[in-house]
């Protein structure tokens, strides 16, 4: 079973920022928190990931709280183009190739 | 650089039938692992291989068999297919480096069984 709960859907409007939040109060010390997406029919797309940090990329900021039992995943500018279902998973480095999907959460980006 | 490739793209196939499928990992990287999503559910791991040996494997029947090559790529077998094979079936490739790494998928093969 996945580690990791998340609200089934959320939406916000082109050009705000979406912020999506992950519980995971059963994570493990070695545990990373990784972030997919997956859009309508593709293969998932790997976002960011972290330990205990703050991690920012050129597609998302995480946010890690400091007990490590939950997580915010910021797009800064939501498109169109981020209407997706977004996984939150937990993995230790070396089970990362096996990732453990719950159902995510639906972000739909309005005009 | 190419990334995952998945072959072929969609499948019919009837009950009872057998089925590979084919992946072919990024270019450097050692480990591949299947997943197979039913619709309206997240992806469910199915196995990995890493440097052609099977290090996981998920709860699926010994009807699901997968192998690895010498260039890497990998196939996935299920045999005496059932109607609720049908699914999207993944692939991700990985290169692992004892560092925490990224799994990059493929687009996927669409199974119908009929």
């Known amino acids: 079973d996945a580690k990791t709960t998340q609200p089934p859907s959320m939406d916000c409007a082109e050009g705000r920022a979406a912020n999506l939040p992950c519980n995971h109060s059963?994570?493990?010390?070695?545990?990373?928190v990784y972030w997919y997406r997956q859009i309508h029919s593709q293969g998932p797309q790997y976002i960011i990931h972290?330990?205990?940090n703050n991690e920012t990329n050129e597609m998302a900021s995480l946010i890690i709280t400091e007990d490590r039992k939950s997580s915010t995943l910021i797009l800064p500018h939501a498109t169109l183009r981020d209407t997706a279902v977004y996984y939150c998973?937990?993995?230790?480095?070396?089970?990362?190739?096996?990732?453990?999907f719950g159902s995510g959460t639906r972000l739909l980006v309005r005009p | 650089d190419a990334g995952v490739t998945q072959s072929p793209t969609h499948l019919i196939k009837t009950r009872g039938q057998q089925v590979t499928l084919r992946c072919s990992p990024i270019?450097?990287?050692?480990?591949v692992s299947w997943y197979q999503q039913v619709l309206g559910q997240g992806p469910q791991f199915i196995f990995q291989?890493?440097?052609?040996?099977?290090?996981g494997r998920g709860n699926f029947p010994d009807r699901f068999s997968a192998r690895q090559f010498p260039n890497y790529s990998s196939e996935l077998n299920v045999n005496a297919l059932l109607l609720g094979d049908s699914a999207l079936y993944l692939c991700?490739?990985?290169?692992?480096?004892?560092?925490?790494?990224?799994?990059?998928f493929g687009q996927g093969t669409r199974l119908t069984v009929v």
């Open positions: 059963t994570i493990s010390g070695n545990e990373y």
């Open positions: 972290g330990l205990k």
């Open positions: 998973i937990v993995s230790r480095m070396d089970s990362s190739y096996k990732l453990i």
């Open positions: 991700a490739s990985s290169y692992l480096t004892g560092v925490s790494t990224e799994a990059f």
């Open positions: 291989y890493y440097e052609k040996e099977e290090r």
């Open positions: 270019s450097g990287h050692k480990s």
